[in-house]
């Protein structure tokens, strides 16, 4: 990155802040001399959530939707593509909204790539991408060719996010015809903890310490069953570069935890970190023998290819989250 320029969409979201965050402080410890466009559809918003990332020096606001956004000039040589709203509000109420935002960005985005003269870009794609977990697989590896129902409405934001992957390899194979050195990384991004994480939206383990945030009991909307695994945001961030910088083109990686808990045992280790009297509030029964529900990644690429693991474990993440919404 040494006197270099990445342009980031989604620069504002959970995973954008963590970018920029990373990015900055890398940027002064090592003195790299690099600069940071952030693409925002509201700039004012961002400012006012993130005002010692807006006044880095390093750092450049570029007004526009992700959709249509005006090219900055120059050349960049990474881009990395993290638009997107992972709401299961808007998936419900907007689908079409968010289809559009997904295709259209991921579109626009690597157009604008090819015309800065890009070499690597990074798409953050979704462990969605593969379906429902078959109840015999405990991790999905990334050669697991399952595929969400395209029929589905619940199916958009995966469908989408598959696209996008094609739009990668589409774009990565016209480019090497071409004799252009460009480069598509595909990062599938499972399910995560951490500071800028929202305690109000579709995320249990964020609902969890909102609950604890707000005093009141845990609660828990289906029968606790489903199993899940969380990687810390600090984690996600080095993942994220390392496959933008080192990772073979268009050969996916999973991002995330592979220590799954179930979500009654998620709720008893939040209440335990956090504030041990708190009660426990189960919605529904489970039904005897049926097998969890599971949406848990397999590393092994991550960590085979690349040397990643994990830093932070369950607890600590949970115990940090808490602590940054308490003191914001």
């Known amino acids: 990155m040494r006197g270099q320029r990445l342009f980031v969409t989604g620069g504002t979201g959970f995973f954008g802040c963590w970018l920029v965050e990373s990015f900055c402080d890398a940027n002064r410890k090592l003195g790299l001399g690099a600069q940071v466009t952030v693409l925002s559809r509201d700039p004012d918003r961002f400012r006012a959530k993130c005002p010692h990332l ?165 609660a828990i909307a289906g029968d606790g069953t489903a199993r899940r695994s969380y990687l810390y945001a600090a984690d996600l961030a080095i993942w994220l570069w390392t496959i933008l910088f080192r990772a073979p083109a268009l050969i996916p990686i999973n991002v995330g935890s592979a220590h799954d808990v179930s979500i009654r045992e998620l709720a008893e280790v939040v209440a335990a970190a956090l504030a041990p009297e708190t009660p426990i509030h189960v919605a529904k029964q489970g039904v005897p023998g049926a097998a969890p529900a599971r949406y848990v990644p397999s590393v092994e690429r991550a960590v085979s290819i690349l040397g990643l693991r994990e830093t932070v474990g369950l607890t600590e993440s949970i115990r940090r989250t808490f602590a940054w919404h308490k003191a914001v």
């Open 54 to 218: 807006v006044n880095d020096s390093a750092v450049t606001l570029h007004a526009g939707d992700v959709r249509d956004f005006e090219f900055p000039v120059g050349e960049f040589r990474y881009v990395i593509h993290a638009a997107t709203e992972a709401s299961a509000k808007q998936a419900a109420e907007e689908p079409l909204e968010m289809l559009s935002t997904i295709l259209a960005g991921t579109e626009r985005t690597l157009k604008f790539a090819a015309q800065c003269g890009a070499r690597k870009f990074l798409l953050t794609s979704s462990g969605a991408v593969y379906g429902k977990q078959p109840k015999d697989m405990t991790h999905v590896p990334e050669s697991y060719a399952g595929a969400p129902d395209p029929l589905d409405g619940a199916s958009v934001y995966a469908e989408g996010k598959r696209a996008s992957e094609l739009m990668c390899a589409l774009h990565h194979r016209t480019a090497a015809a071409k004799g252009v050195a460009f480069e598509a990384k595909i990062a599938r991004c499972w399910a995560f903890c951490g500071p800028h994480l929202p305690l109000d939206a579709h995320f249990a383990i964020g609902n969890f310490i909102g609950d604890v945030v707000a005093g009141r009991p845990i």
